[in-house]
């Protein structure tokens, strides 16, 4: 086994090899003020000065970016033990008090808690459930949404969200813990994770009680499924508890109230920020809401639609995609090197902090003409240009990839279609340009507002 090579060019003699070029930048700086200013268009225009693979400063951060269809293509290939991701969140579980937190995990650990959590976070925990979620839309909104007031879009989606993904996954709804969970969530990931905050928010009482909140919300979850009798049809919580006296029985009691939650870390902010790009994008782009809008009117002429007619959406369905293309939230996978290897015809040290900018990708015009344009006709037939290889990438690569990413689809399409088919909206400013900021996810944070301009239909799932 010792001469099987890891990837293709990863036997190469390393020590002939340069290292990857240095992108310009500040004197002590670095590029910190450009990745934050642009958190898209950075990592784009460098990989189309430097190729596939550079090198970045940051304050005293260094990392290795292996970006584009090229990085696509050879973590898809790779092998076990070239990088990890337990460097990355190895802090945020220390934090969480959560010593075998999947994301940090490697080989068979790793492989064996995938296992365990797919059922539950797949495509079947919704497909079944349309009326649900339905339900608990048309409660938020009617709550929430009043004609003529101006409403932060990001707010209202993180409540929906919330509650949306607390009742499929963890058989309840968050209710009060809402803001407790996005809170404890962000100031980790920013802390911990992306390291853009200093480490004392942590010691903060808004955030300690907000952490100590949230896992009480972990604790009533656990406590809740060992006071019922054994379901019928087991969710995620039931597989994992499930799990707790075999396949898990290294975990403590901790790891499954933070497993419970996963949900919630995972899907949160990553759900919530693209709905709320879909909806900046259809406004934006007035041709392409009328489309959709029909499309929704037509899928709840007869309420409740069925997965089937939802995945017939063509238009909805561009929409979603389009938007997941244009504004990636989580399309940098940072990782660190286990071992010195080639990529690119350069050698990644050992300890190299990584990224991987896989949604480069999105927005090279070999694969996308046009590819700042809003185009929801792109991913349909003839054309279906996401399916070039290497070229789409929103949920991830390798062996970390997005769990949740059929789930997420559906959901967002279906509180999409649910939102445009109720009430009608518009930009408060109508030539506003959203700014991108990377906070966790990339996001157009809370600072977009829209208007709901009118009610158009009665709530979907209210008896005639
Ligand atoms: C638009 C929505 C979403 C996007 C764009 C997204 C994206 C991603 C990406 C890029 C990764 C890989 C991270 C890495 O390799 O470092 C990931 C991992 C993951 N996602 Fe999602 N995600 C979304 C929603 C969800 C939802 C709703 C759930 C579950 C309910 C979920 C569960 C997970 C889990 C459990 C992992 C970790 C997998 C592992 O470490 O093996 N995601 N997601």
């Given amino acids: 086994m010792q001469n099987t090579p890891i990837a293709p060019d990863i036997e190469s003699d390393l020590s ?78 220390a934090e969480s008090n959560a010593p075998h937190m999947m994301t940090m995990l490697d080989g068979e650990s790793h492989t064996r808690q995938r296992r365990i959590m797919r059922p539950g976070v797949s495509r079947s925990a919704i497909v079944g459930r349309f009326a ?5 839309t048309d409660e938020v909104t009617n709550d929430y949404f009043q004609a003529g007031q101006s409403y932060s879009a990001m707010s209202f989606f993180q409540l ?145 639609p069925t997965p089937d007619a939802l995945e017939q959406m063509t238009d909805l369905h561009g929409a979603v995609m389009e938007s997941l293309r244009l504004y990636p939230v989580a399309g940098i996978l940072p990782r660190t090197a286990l071992r010195d290897f080639a990529f690119e015809g350069h050698r990644i040290t050992k300890g190299s902090e990584i990224l991987a900018a896989v949604m480069v990708s999105h927005f090279l015009p070999r694969f996308y003409p046009e590819p700042y344009t809003f185009n929801i006709d792109r991913y349909r037939a003839p054309y279906h240009q996401h399916r070039q290889q290497g070229a789409f990438t929103p949920f991830g690569i390798g062996s970390h990839t997005c769990l949740g990413a059929g789930l997420a689809e559906i959901q967002i399409m279906l509180t999409m279609a649910a939102l445009l088919h109720r009430y009608e909206f518009e930009l408060t400013t109508p030539d506003y340009e959203g700014k991108l900021e990377q906070n966790p996810t990339l996001t157009l944070g809370y600072k977009f507002q829209v208007r709901v301009k009118a009610l158009r239909h009665a709530p979907i799932t209210a008896t005639p």
Wanted: aromatic share 6%; hydrophobic share 45%; proline share 6%.
């Fill in 16 to 93: 002939q090899l340069p290292l990857p070029p240095l992108a310009k930048g500040l004197p002590v700086l670095g590029s910190a003020l450009e990745m934050a200013s642009k958190p898209v268009d950075f990592w784009v225009e460098q990989y189309n000065q430097m190729g596939p693979v550079f090198r970045v400063k940051a304050l005293n951060r260094h990392f290795t970016v292996m970006a584009g269809p090229e990085a696509v293509q050879f973590i898809v290939k790779m092998r076990d033990g070239v990088v990890s991701s337990h460097g990355t969140w190895a802090d945020f579980a």
């Fill in 132 to 136: 649900d979620v339905l339900q608990i």
């Fill in 160 to 304: 929906l969200i919330c509650n949306q993904l607390g009742l499929m996954l963890a058989g309840r709804v968050a209710g009060d813990y809402m803001q407790d969970i996005v809170t404890t969530i962000r100031t980790r990931l920013n802390t911990l994770v992306l390291k853009n905050q200093p480490r004392l928010a942590l010691k903060l009482p808004g955030y300690r009680r907000a952490s100590a909140r949230m896992l009480e919300f972990g604790r009533l979850i656990v406590a809740e499924r060992r006071a019922r009798p054994a379901p019928e049809t087991p969710d995620l919580v039931d597989d994992l508890m499930a799990a707790m006296d075999n396949e898990l029985s290294d975990c403590t009691e901790s790891d499954l109230e933070n497993m419970v939650l996963s949900p919630f870390i995972a899907g949160l902010d990553t759900v919530a920020s693209t709905c709320n790009f879909v909806l900046y994008a259809l406004l934006k782009n007035p041709q392409a809401l009328e489309r959709v809008v029909q499309e929704a009117d037509r899928l709840f002429a007869d309420g409740i």
